[in-house]
């Protein structure tokens, strides 16, 4: 296994494999610990997370820069994902004990509850675009609910695997309440399998999740899936374009386009179409595309270079289909898999930009008459991940997002995931939530106790 750098195609470290004798010890370990560990109350569950967003502070530097170096985002945003992560470890051990407060139910019994126990070891397999932040996000609530968990990290980003069982460790959790096991994935339906996982939680791809939804079925274990997106920007003929269009780039841009909220798809009412495309090509073509480590830099590289040959393919064939390159469209020349920031408008389906996810600085614009259009034409994708309007009208915006088909909706703001709301996606999006109560719950024993 092997980490490369994107910025410049060189590689940084070598990882050999866990054999499967290690990942049994692994397993036979994080299982001892979770018999124990299900057994601590709260408070000492509490002053682990605690210590675990002191740790990610401290060291802050260094993990974002290994982020950077790993997978190519800009530095300033590797530094915001370790704080996120601080703030999302502190928020699950303030609230996990009311969230997770047995409720009394009135019956014909003498006292009547329902507990949230946990279940065991937590299988999560989490993707390379935020390498701290997704594994995090899904430990920190299984590990507050008396869960113990096991990571298998994206195989391009070994280090941010074994910084985060570290991180652990410096921060006082016991050996196996945190895991990394360094596995293809060619391996992962026998770790599912694996007697010592009681529930998988995956953020990847559709057709990671298609695999892992499968084998988990198969074993009968709980899964959360958390997928692809290819979520619609609304723009109705009443927003106010010169606040809007900033914050299109910044929705479409981040994490260099590499993220499955990213809005992709930007659909605009016919009156302001032409001024919105005009305004967002000038500023997308005058963002920054170069090394992720100078904080210049507004876009880094693409993580591999297999990444950049599909969006290159994805603009050449919806181009090829009768979209409009407005601004962008190609490879960037010398090292590393740099991609320029592209603008495609008159993209309608049936184009590869408008029907699959595209993960790069890709943006597609597609022109409406009407909200009602908007909002048909968003809903016409396989994904159902995050969805944003965009008017003066906040009611109009709230009254809108009851139709749209999406596990998250934002009036006027970028979609992003936040510790207390819950997160997740419908459709091919995948099903399951992460994050606040809901998300608590997802690895839990539901437990009815009835007491005469």
């Given at each position: 296994?092997r980490?490369?750098?994107p910025?410049t195609?060189?590689?940084?470290?070598?990882?050999?494999?866990?054999?499967?004798?290690?990942?049994?010890?692994?397993?036979e370990?994080a299982a001892?610990?979770?018999?124990?560990?299900r057994?601590t109350?709260?408070?000492?569950?509490?002053a682990i997370?605690?210590?675990v967003a002191?740790?990610?502070?401290?060291d802050?530097?260094?993990?974002?820069?290994?982020?950077?170096?790993?997978?190519?985002?800009?530095?300033?945003?590797?530094?915001?994902?370790?704080?996120?992560c601080a703030?999302c470890?502190e928020?699950f051990a303030?609230?996990?004990?009311?969230?997770?407060a047995?409720?009394?139910?009135?019956?014909?019994?003498a006292?009547?509850l329902?507990?949230?126990?946990?279940?065991?070891?937590v299988l999560a397999?989490?993707p390379?675009?935020?390498?701290?932040?997704?594994?995090i996000?899904c430990?920190?609530?299984?590990?507050?609910?008396?869960?113990?968990?096991?990571l298998k990290?994206?195989?391009?980003v070994?280090?941010c695997?074994?910084?985060?069982?570290?991180?652990?460790?410096?921060?006082?959790?016991?050996?196996?309440?945190?895991?990394?096991?360094?596995?293809s994935?060619?391996?992962?339906e026998?770790?599912?399998?694996?007697p010592?996982?009681?529930?998988?939680?995956?953020?990847?791809?559709?057709t990671?999740?298609?695999?892992?939804?499968?084998?988990?079925?198969a074993?009968?274990?709980?899964?959360?899936?958390?997928?692809?997106?290819?979520?619609?920007?609304?723009?109705?003929?009443d927003?106010?374009l010169?606040?809007v269009?900033?914050?299109a780039?910044?929705?479409r841009v981040?994490?260099?386009?590499?993220s499955?909220?990213?809005?992709?798809?930007?659909?605009?009412?016919?009156?302001i179409a032409?001024?919105?495309e005009?305004a967002?090509?000038?500023?997308m073509a005058?963002?920054r595309?170069?090394?992720?480590?100078e904080?210049?830099?507004?876009?880094?590289p693409?993580?591999?270079?297999d990444?950049?040959d599909?969006?290159?393919r994805?603009?050449?064939?919806?181009?090829?289909r009768?979209?409009?390159l407005?601004?962008g469209?190609?490879r960037?020349?010398g090292?590393?898999?740099y991609?320029?920031?592209?603008?495609?408008?008159?993209?309608?389906?049936?184009?590869?930009?408008?029907d699959?996810?595209?993960f790069?600085?890709?943006a597609a614009?597609?022109?409406?008459?009407?909200a009602?259009?908007?909002?048909?034409l968003?809903?016409?994708?396989?994904y159902?991940?995050?969805?944003?309007?965009w008017?003066?009208?906040r009611?109009?915006?709230?009254?809108?997002?009851?139709?749209?088909?999406?596990g998250?909706?934002?009036?006027?703001?970028?979609?992003?995931?936040?510790?207390?709301?819950?997160?997740?996606?419908?459709?091919?999006s995948?099903?399951g939530?992460?994050?606040?109560?809901a998300g608590?719950?997802e690895?839990?024993?539901?437990?009815?106790?009835w007491?005469?």
């Open positions: 296994m980490s490369v750098n910025a195609g060189e590689p940084i470290a070598e990882y050999p494999e866990h054999d499967p004798a290690e990942v049994q010890r692994r397993l370990r001892a610990t979770f018999a124990t560990w057994r109350s709260f408070a000492e569950r509490s997370l605690v210590s002191r740790v990610l502070r401290q802050r530097d260094r993990f974002a820069r290994l982020m950077t170096t790993e997978m190519g985002k800009p530095i300033a945003q590797a530094e915001a994902e370790v704080e996120k703030w470890c928020h303030e609230h996990a004990e009311r969230y997770l047995p409720r009394e139910i009135a019956t014909d019994a006292r009547s329902v507990r949230y126990d946990p279940l065991g070891v397999i989490m390379w675009n935020f390498p701290f932040w997704q594994v996000r430990a920190a609530p299984a590990l507050m609910a008396g869960d113990t968990v096991v990290h994206a195989s391009n070994c280090g695997a074994l910084a985060l069982e570290s991180l652990f460790g410096d921060a006082g959790a016991p050996p196996g309440l945190f895991t990394a096991l360094l596995v994935s060619a391996r992962v026998a770790l599912i399998e694996h010592r996982v009681a529930a998988v939680s995956l953020t990847g791809s559709e990671a999740g298609i695999a892992v939804g499968r084998s988990a079925g074993a009968l274990k709980k899964t959360v899936l958390e997928l692809g997106g290819s979520d619609p920007f609304i723009v109705l003929a927003a106010d010169e606040a269009v900033p914050q780039v910044a929705a981040q994490n260099n386009g590499e499955c909220i990213a809005a992709k798809r930007f659909i605009v009412e016919e009156p032409e001024r919105f005009r967002l090509g000038e500023r005058a963002l595309v170069g090394d992720p480590l904080r210049t830099s507004d876009v880094g693409l993580a591999r270079a990444l950049r599909e969006l290159d994805q603009v050449r064939e919806s181009v090829e009768g979209a409009v407005a601004t469209g190609r960037l020349d090292p590393g898999w991609y320029s920031s592209t603008v495609l408008s008159r993209v309608t389906p049936g184009m590869p930009a408008f699959e996810e595209t790069g600085p890709l614009v597609s022109r409406v008459p009407g009602e259009q908007a909002v048909e968003a809903n016409r994708s396989r159902g991940l995050g969805a944003s309007v008017t003066r009208d009611e109009r915006g709230e009254a809108l997002t009851r139709d749209l088909e999406a998250a909706t934002f009036v006027n703001g970028i979609v992003k995931s936040d510790p207390r709301l819950p997160f997740g996606g419908v459709k091919r995948g099903y939530r992460e994050l606040s109560a608590i719950r690895f839990v024993n539901l437990k009815t106790v007491v005469r």
